[in-house]
C-alpha cells in the first residue's frame, strides 16, 4: 500500500523541478549543519512557511530514520495514528516507511494504533517530506498522527515509547514535530503568544507547554505532537531547544491583521 500524496499542487508544487526549485529559493545563503535530537517546524502552504521550514532542515543533520509527528486536524481516527504504508508518495519519489523502526515502536506503544486511515487527507505530516528528501536522498519515515484529544499523560507515554524505540533500534533517528502557531491574530498579539510557547521548548519543559496552551487557548495546532517529541528528546539525552527562525505570514503577505506564526527550532 502507498500512501498518495494528498495536497500536492495545493500546498507545495507538483511538478518535480519547480517543487527542487520552490525548495532551493527559501534556503538560506549559509547553514551550518549540526546533530539534533528533534526539531520543530510549521506545515503551512510552503509560500508562506517555507521559509522557515527550509532554514530548519538546512541547518541539521538528517539521519535516513526520520520519525514525524504531526496534528490531526480532522476529528477521524485514532488518538495516536501510526501509518504503517509500504510508503509515501511525493513529486520528488518514493519514500519507504520504516516497518522494522514501526515494530519497535509499536512493541513499546501497544496503545498507539496502525491507522492508514487518519492520514489519507492529512496534510501536517506530507508537508515534511519533500523537505525531507531534498536533503536525505535515503529517506525513510515512521508517520504518526496525534488526535487532539490526547491528554498530557498520553502524550508522555508516546514520548517514552518513542526514545525506547530509538534507543533499541540503535540507529539516529530524528524526530520532527509539525505545528504553526498562533491563528488569525494581529502580528503583535501573535509574536507575544507565540515567544511564550517558544520560551517552553527552549526549557524543553512539555506539560509547562501543554498547560499553557489549554490554560490560555493558544491556537498553536501542533502542541500535543511537539510535547511528545520533546519528552521523546529529553529521554534521549537533550538538554535545550534553540530557536533557529520565526515570522508570521504577515511577512510574506504584508497583512499584518490576521497572521498565522511559524516557528522552527532544534531540540539538543
Known amino acids: 500500500m502507498k500512501r498518495q500524496p494528498y495536497v500536492a499542487g495545493y ?3 507538483d511538478d518535480p523541478d519547480l517543487l527542487r526549485k520552490t525548495i532551493e529559493s527559501f534556503l538560506p545563503k549559509r547553514s551550518e549543519k549540526t546533530r539534533a535530537y528533534g526539531v520543530v517546524v510549521p506545515h503551512a502552504g510552503y509560500e508562506y512557511s517555507g521559509p522557515v521550514a527550509a532554514t530548519v532542515y538546512s ?6 530514520q526520520v520519525v514525524i509527528l504531526g496534528p490531526a486536524h480532522h ?18 519519489g518514493e519514500v519507504p516507511v520504516n516497518s522494522p523502526l514501526v515494530d519497535l515502536i509499536l512493541s513499546e506503544g501497544s496503545f498507539i494504533a496502525r491507522d492508514r486511515a487518519a492520514h489519507r487527507q492529512e496534510h ?3 508537508v515534511q517530506i519533500p ?9 525513510s519515515i515512521v508517520p504518526i498522527l496525534v488526535s487532539y484529544e490526547a491528554d498530557y499523560q498520553k502524550l508522555e507515554e508516546l514520548g ?10 540503535e540507529q539516529e533517528v530524528l524526530l520532527v514535530a509539525s505545528t504553526d502557531m498562533s491563528h488569525y491574530v ?8 507565540d515567544y511564550r510557547a517558544i520560551s517552553f521548548v527552549e526549557r524543553l519543559d512539555p506539560k509547562g507547554l501543554f498547560e ?3 490554560s490560555y487557548q493558544l491556537t498553536m495546532c501542533g502542541f500535543q505532537p511537539t510535547a511528545a517529541m520533546m519528552v521523546a528528546a529529553r529521554a534521549l539525552g537533550a538538554k535545550e531547544g534553540h530557536l533557529v527562525k520565526y515570522q508570521t505570514s504577515g511577512e510574506r503577505t504584508g497583512d499584518y491583521q490576521q497572521v498565522v506564526g511559524y516557528a522552527g527550532l532544534l531540540i539538543k
Open 59 to 64: 541547518s541539521v543533520i538528517i539521519p535516513p
Open 131 to 139: 523537505f525531507l528528501q531534498y536533503f536525505q536522498p535515503d529517506l
Open 75 to 92: 476529528p477521524i481516527g485514532s488518538v495516536l495514528a501510526l501509518d504503517d504504508s509500504d510508503s509515501w508518495l511525493t513529486p520528488l
Open 212 to 214: 499553557l496552551v489549554i
Open 11 to 13: 500546498f507545495y508544487p
Open 124 to 126: 501536517s505530516i506530507e
Open 160 to 169: 517514552l515509547a518513542l526514545a525506547r524505540a530509538i534507543k533499541n533500534s
Open 186 to 193: 494581529r502580528q503583535e498579539l501573535a509574536e507575544k503568544l
